[in-house]
């Protein structure tokens, strides 16, 4: 469509004004806006060689025209050709999704291991191993999207992206679960809410379960006595905190895709009627 815009306007500027170096720029400040109004950007590398070739030619005849056609037939088409042939990559992005997985589900569990024991023996290199995944898997994905004719939306970029952000609110957990007091009944709850949480580090969505068992997590700790000292009222402060990223964390992942838990209850439901 780019390509056929480009020839009208070349015939419109180029016959009624002249083949002139000016005439380009001015017909390009036309052109290129008209590209976007009508989502049709990526066309307009391919249509500057068409307007470069009718503005090389001096005059527009019928058959010239048909030449540019052809043209256009025979890149796109050899790309599209192509296209069909690329090898897919999901082999690839399954394999960055399982090594992703496992990072997290040793993030979290390391977590869990510092809130209960205040361990530091963990060297951390699932952090910088996840941050090279995630920039690995986004071009890996883009590339893929790219390289398929009908791949507009590739079914791994909302995953990666929303791992992405989760693993940006891990980043800002570390600093506030190393605030929590050593050893009370607060610590070990959120302690054993990490250590599920690392377990069920799947594709599949379970978040509601962990936000009920949040929400009750957040009325026990509403229901516990006031700070009474600077040092208390700080550390409930960063217990807040990290409540507040942790519902964050699972809303993500309840926003990637519908929820297992309601589908299993559908299907054991219908199961037991069955029955």
């Not at 083949?19 to 001015?26: D, K, R, S, T, W």
């Not at 594709?203 to 997590?217: D, H």
């Not at 960063?238 to 992942?253: A, Q, S, T």
């Amino acid at each position: 469509m780019a390509c056929v815009l480009a020839i009208l306007f070349s015939f419109v500027f180029f016959e009624t004004i002249g083949y002139h170096p000016v005439v380009i720029g001015l017909m390009l400040a036309v052109f290129i806006p008209v590209t976007v109004f009508l989502k049709i950007t990526p066309g307009i590398a391919t249509s500057s060689v068409i307007i470069l070739n009718l503005y090389s030619a001096a005059g527009i005849s019928p058959s010239f025209i048909v030449d540019q056609f052809l043209i256009i037939i025979i890149g796109i088409g050899t790309g599209l050709l192509l296209n069909l042939y690329m090898p897919s990559l999901d082999k690839n992005l399954k394999e960055k999704q399982k090594r992703l997985e496992e990072n997290f589900r040793i993030i979290l569990y390391e977590i869990a291991l510092y809130i209960r024991n205040k361990e530091e023996k963990w060297d951390g290199k699932e952090i910088t191993d996840t941050e090279s995944i995630l920039e690995e898997a986004t071009d890996l994905v883009e590339r893929d999207r790219e390289n398929h004719l009908f791949r507009n939306k590739h079914p791994y970029k909302d995953y990666f992206h929303m791992r992405t952000r989760q693993f940006e609110l891990l980043q800002r957990m570390l600093p506030l679960v190393t605030k929590l007091p050593n050893t009370d009944k607060t610590s070990e709850n959120i302690a054993r809410f990490f250590e599920a949480l690392s377990e069920a580090v799947t594709p599949q969505n379970r978040a509601e379960v962990f936000l009920e068992e949040l929400n009750g997590l957040r009325k026990e700790f509403d229901s516990d006595e006031l700070p009474a000292t600077r040092e208390e009222f700080e550390t409930r402060a960063n217990l807040f905190r990290l409540l507040h990223d942790i519902e964050d964390y699972l809303i993500l992942k309840k926003k990637y895709k519908p929820s297992d838990v309601k589908k299993s209850k559908r299907e054991q439901t219908k199961t037991q009627k069955s029955g």
